[in-house]
């Protein structure tokens, strides 16, 4: 093998061939030709592998792999072949069809395997090594397949036509097995479209029928919650789009083309109603973001469909990895301009049999600035249940409230909260049945993780951030012009007053307000005593009065207690509820 992060070298795929899996994967002669480069940024094209190479960035579960590990990627590689496709090179249609053989050859073909039909996330790390393999794979790999067919079914060669029908086909029969429920809004969307293309191209009535009905439950589903269960993500929102789109695009059967158009109507009235033109940013609460500021790829995906660019140094020209339809007319001014000068949006998100129950999320917005919260929600890493921004002299400032066990964000644990405008009255808690820096794959049998430290963290996130203290129980983190205030109340944790402390530090990312906790080796998050950690944060111009009122808190009665601050009220769990059934 080369020393160079262990990318193999000429002489040892000539040898014996590049393995996985027990394949053999050959390199072509022109694998060192000319082609366009369009291999994207940290990555690089291994011309003795035959497929581009990259340093593995996460997503820090289900791989094995150290971060950083030089890996050749599924699904980073079907992307690469598409770049290759649209640009219509004849060079890199060849290169394009070889890498797509190549991560084919990578699929479980095993009809009696439990992964049959799955990919893996990498060259290097087969399925059985992965911990526990990614089902959702056959989901993205096998609509990337159907997206190079159907958008370029005219150049690709008959065999590789032939090799991506099967290979949609075994993904598709995964994801009929698996048979996700629509609150798992991006795969229910993505399996939708996979089913229904890979019954077109193999004329399976039984995966056309699949696909149409999968749709159909999706939309039905989000009527009757109020919106999508992976709410307002800025992540799965535009893949969920995307499919929607390309059903629309390349699907013939009607009904299916009908739920579709019906659901691309509601991506995008998410999008616009929580659209931030002020920051250039998508206001919160997130159900799912990998950012604390939007990303690059939703931005640009938006600009592409709004015909203009949102960020300064967007690509003039954004190649698409799907197909995109243009945003609803009546929508794109809402991308400009705010309908005032401030508005609130209120929106139930998950429904719950006692109304009171339900997941809502509230967003104001303003010109300058925006705070979004949800109702109910946890700490999971991919969670914002509460954030919000306002512009700074190169990014805008974001605060967000996390929960943080030994420096990684703790899955067992979670917040309520009641907002009005700019403020927000919240208490945080455990949570029962979550992991623990994951909601699933590390939950622990007994209920207990390890742990020194648990911190709730009210962190401002932007260069120059400062942090201030108004008393003894407010502090005032500000930055450009803004001010967050937080009015912090008396928490309970297992039983008592005194088990922790509040306290205010800086680092390399803004200014800290955190509630700190010695944890003395482990945490059982069911089995604490009244936990109860109650918040009131405001949002208010630099040059405004924060409130004076203290933030109150009733005797706990039959597990929760009620907290008040300045005209908001908020019965708030001491002890720790169940996490709501969701796999996302």
């Given at each position: 093998m080369s020393k160079e992060r262990g990318t193999p070298t000429r002489r040892d795929v000539v040898a014996g061939g590049l393995t996985a899996g027990g394949l053999a994967l050959a390199v072509p002669a022109w694998a060192a030709d000319a082609v366009p480069d369009v291999v994207g940024k940290?990555?690089?094209?291994?011309?003795?592998?035959?497929?581009?190479?990259?340093?593995?960035?996460?997503?820090?579960?289900?791989?094995?792999?150290?971060?950083?590990?030089?890996?050749?990627?599924?699904?980073?590689?079907?992307?690469?072949?598409?770049?290759?496709?649209?640009?219509?090179?004849?060079?890199?249609?060849?290169?394009?069809?070889?890498?797509?053989?190549?991560?084919?050859?990578?699929?479980?073909?095993?009809?009696?395997?439990?992964?049959?039909?799955?990919?893996?996330?990498?060259?290097?790390?087969?399925?059985?090594k992965m911990a526990p393999p990614d089902l959702n794979w056959a989901d993205f790999n096998g609509a990337r397949l159907t997206t190079a067919v159907n958008r370029h079914a005219d150049r690709l060669s008959p065999d590789i036509k032939r090799q991506i029908a099967v290979a949609t086909g075994r993904a598709a029969r995964a994801i009929v097995k698996r048979n996700v429920g629509p609150s798992y809004t991006n795969i229910a969307a993505m399996g939708g479209r996979v089913t229904l293309i890979a019954g077109e191209l193999l004329d399976a009535p039984d995966l056309i029928a699949y696909g149409r009905q999968r749709l159909q439950r999706l939309l039905d589903h989000t009527r009757e919650q109020g919106s999508f269960n992976e709410y307002n993500s800025p992540t799965y929102t535009i893949v969920a789009l995307e499919e929607f789109d390309s059903v629309l695009s390349y699907a013939k059967d009607p009904a299916a083309r009908d739920a579709a158009?019906?659901?691309?109507?509601?991506?995008?009235?998410?999008?616009?109603?929580?659209?931030?033109?002020?920051?250039?940013?998508?206001?919160?609460?997130?159900?799912?973001?990998?950012?604390?500021?939007?990303?690059?790829?939703?931005?640009?995906?938006?600009?592409?469909?709004?015909?203009?660019?949102?960020?300064?140094?967007?690509?003039?020209?954004?190649?698409?990895?799907?197909?995109?339809?243009?945003?609803?007319?009546?929508?794109?001014?809402?991308f400009a301009a705010l309908p005032g000068a401030e508005s609130e949006v209120r929106q139930r998100f998950i429904r719950a049999a006692d109304d009171t129950a339900s997941v809502y999320g509230t967003t104001w917005l303003s010109r300058e600035a925006c705070l979004g919260s949800a109702s109910a929600e946890g700490f999971w890493v991919q969670r914002h249940p509460l954030i919000g921004c306002w512009q700074g002299p190169a990014a805008p400032a974001v605060l967000r409230v996390r929960c943080l066990k030994d420096g990684r964000d703790f899955a067992s644990f979670g917040m309520v909260a009641t907002q009005k405008g700019p403020r927000v009255l919240l208490s945080a808690h455990p949570i029962a049945g979550s992991?623990?820096?994951?909601?699933?794959?590390?939950?622990?049998?007994?209920?207990?993780?390890?742990?020194?430290?648990?911190?709730?963290?009210?962190?401002?996130?932007?260069?120059?951030?400062?942090?201030?203290?108004?008393?003894?129980?407010?502090?005032?983190?500000?930055?450009?012009?803004?001010?967050?205030?937080?009015?912090?109340?008396?928490?309970?944790?297992?039983?008592?007053?005194?088990?922790?402390?509040?306290?205010?530090?800086?680092g390399k990312d803004g200014v800290y307000l955190d509630y700190v906790v010695p944890l003395g080796g482990t945490i059982a998050p069911t089995r604490l005593g009244p936990t109860s950690i109650p918040l009131a944060i405001e949002l208010l111009p630099a040059a405004a009065a924060p409130s004076t009122a203290a933030v109150l808190v009733g005797r706990p009665v039959g597990g929760r207690r009620k907290v008040s601050w300045d005209g908001l009220d908020l019965v708030a769990p001491v002890a720790a509820p169940p996490v709501q059934e969701r796999i996302s």
């Open positions: 940290g990555r690089r094209w291994d011309a003795d592998v035959g497929l581009i190479g990259e340093p593995s960035a996460g997503p820090g579960y289900s791989t094995t792999l150290v971060r950083g590990t030089w890996v050749h990627a599924t699904r980073a590689n079907l992307d690469y072949a598409l770049r290759l496709l649209d640009t219509g090179d004849a060079g890199a249609l060849a290169r394009a069809e070889s890498v797509i053989t190549k991560v084919i050859a990578l699929q479980d073909v095993d009809p009696t395997s439990p992964t049959f039909g799955v990919w893996p996330y990498y060259l290097e790390e087969p399925l059985a158009e019906a659901l691309r109507q509601i991506a995008w009235q998410v999008i616009a109603s929580h659209w931030h033109p002020g920051t250039v940013q998508w206001a919160g609460p997130h159900a799912r973001g990998y950012h604390d500021r939007t990303p690059n790829e939703a931005l640009d995906a938006i600009s592409a469909r709004i015909g203009r660019a949102l960020r300064p140094g967007a690509p003039n020209g954004i190649a698409p990895r799907e197909a995109m339809l243009p945003c609803p007319e009546a929508l794109l001014p809402r992991g623990d820096w994951h909601i699933s794959i590390d939950r622990s049998p007994d209920g207990t993780f390890k742990g020194q430290e648990l911190r709730l963290r009210v962190v401002l996130s932007v260069a120059g951030a400062r942090a201030q203290a108004l008393g003894p129980y407010a502090v005032r983190l500000s930055a450009f012009g803004w001010q967050a205030v937080v009015h912090m109340g008396p928490v309970l944790w297992d039983g008592a007053t005194d088990k922790g402390a509040w306290r205010v530090s800086s």
